[in-house]
């Protein structure tokens, strides 16, 4: 949580992680991301990647910012498997599945809900104009094991943002290819302070009734304009808040397949790749028009551009640099970028590191941080963080048992020595033991966070 005075009161930005669940493994099963399929298969260890996780949380709490925590789903989600036609007992349809349709089976038992960017896109309440904190849960439409998402992601917002005075929640768009849509990951916003009104951006990947001017040849562009659109409208925003643009399909081809694999905002400040987008110009023209005429009072924005001669997208995909939270830490000059270790082994991401520390940029401090069973599956820092700006009052009106204390971070870590495997194989998906694990494991969960019967499982 980063901390802001403003005029009338406080105001926070929270980072809320997602909990890597019990059963974290390498599907492969997201085409165009590149780790994803390049790790198909291999063997996880879903302890280490929760303990990876937590210990990044409490990073972020070192640095005296509070922290926030989204829980992970019922996987394997049977429910979706009854869906398709299977019958019997958890046990019988297990073995069915992965006899006849193991690629389901698979996507039933994805952990990708940790990737809490794509939970939903966040609008706070001084840019909507009933001045609600706007939720809207992100369909994912575009990869079926992420489509099976956003259900429980809408209840979980719901019971954690429960309070209709402050918080308005939208069920996610239509499940439709037109309609697609990825949440925060696409979404930037601006301003000098995290209370006062911002510019959003909202970055998209096609146009889904028009014409596509450039469009990708290899892989998908799972966000559309038009979903980018009906969320600007749902969040109450007027035209003079936002800006559309439309992700480079080169990029997307290269393996960015979110926009946030290429770029990071916060506060005045945006951390992009020089190709990062299709008409840059457009684009930082009309952000900065947009946003002198929000923040007369301190109207400019600092564009930190990484030049391809120095960083080559092969090397922005694989090392995720700009994956990376950009946070501005309490009583500290400058802003610190917290960045995945894979950019410190990249040679030539890390000397422009090195070389950008010695520039005149708002970032002047980084930090390296271990999400690699994450990012094997194409997570970094800033895919497994919802950030969401609050103020005092609405932090508040949140409920706390998902912001982190000492407390709740240690029980959590021994829950998951207690419940987590130490590694999860293709093959061992076919055991229903592991089901019935991970299904002990989530229950225990709900006890520590005082949810009842939360989980579809426990109804
Ligand atoms: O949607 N990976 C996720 C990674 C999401 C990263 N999020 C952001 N960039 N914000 C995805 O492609 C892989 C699962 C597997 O292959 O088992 C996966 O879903």
């Not at 104009?129 to 956003?150: P, Q, W, Y």
């Not at 609405?394 to 419940?419: G, M, P, Y």
Request: aromatic letters at 10%.
């Amino acid at each position: 949580m980063t901390e802001q005075n403003s005029s009338k009161q406080k105001s926070y930005e929270v980072n809320f992680d997602g909990l890597i669940g019990p059963s974290h493994n390498y599907g492969g099963l997201s085409h165009g991301n590149v780790a994803s399929k390049s790790n198909a298969l291999k063997i996880s260890q879903p302890r280490n990647a929760a303990l990876q996780g937590l210990e990044k949380m409490q990073t972020n709490r070192s640095f005296g910012l509070q922290q926030g925590i989204l829980l992970p789903q019922q996987r394997p989600h049977l429910p979706t498997l009854r869906k398709l036609g299977f019958s019997g007992s958890d046990k019988s349809i297990i073995l069915q599945v992965s006899n006849s349709a193991p690629e389901l089976l698979a996507s039933c038992y994805s952990a990708s809900s940790m990737w809490t960017a794509n939970a939903c896109t966040v609008s706070p309440s001084a840019d909507s104009a009933d001045n609600k904190v706007h939720f809207t849960a992100a369909n994912l439409s575009s990869m079926f094991h992420r489509s099976i998402e956003h259900q429980f992601t809408g209840k979980l917002l719901r019971s954690i943002f429960n309070h209709e005075v402050h918080f308005s929640h939208h069920n996610a768009l239509p499940m439709s290819s037109q309609f697609g849509d990825e949440g925060a990951a696409n979404h930037n916003r601006f301003t000098n302070s995290y209370g006062e009104q911002g510019l959003q951006l909202f970055v998209f990947g096609r146009y889904a009734f028009r014409q596509n001017r450039v469009a990708t040849a290899k892989f998908p562009s799972r966000q559309t304009y038009e979903a980018s659109l009906a969320i600007s409208r749902l969040h109450q925003l007027e035209e003079s808040q936002v800006v559309f643009a439309q992700q480079n399909p080169k990029i997307i081809d290269a393996g960015a397949f979110h926009n946030d694999v290429v770029s990071v905002s916060n506060l005045n400040t945006f951390f992009m790749h020089e190709e990062a987008f299709v008409d840059k110009a457009a684009m930082q023209a009309e952000l900065q028009q947009k946003f002198a005429a929000l923040a007369p009072n301190n109207p400019e924005l600092n564009f930190v551009e990484v030049p391809t001669d120095m960083v080559s997208l092969e090397s922005a995909v694989k090392s995720y640099l700009f994956n990376s939270q950009l946070l501005q830490l309490p009583n500290q000059d400058g802003m610190t970028l917290v960045l995945p270790e894979e950019s410190r082994d990249n040679v030539e991401v890390f000397a422009y590191l090195e070389w950008l520390q010695t520039q005149s940029t708002p970032i002047k401090d980084i930090k390296f941080v271990d999400v690699r069973q994450s990012m094997q599956n194409g997570g970094g820092p800033a895919c497994l963080r919802l950030r969401v700006a609050l103020t005092q009052e609405e932090l508040d009106a949140t409920n706390s048992n998902f912001i982190l204390d000492d407390d709740r971070v240690c029980k959590l870590n021994q829950w998951v020595e207690r419940n987590y495997r130490e590694e999860i194989t293709p093959d061992d998906l076919a055991d229903p033991a592991l089901a019935e694990e991970n299904f002990v494991a989530l229950d225990e969960l709900t006890q520590l966070f005082e949810l009842g019967s939360f989980y579809e499982f426990q109804q």
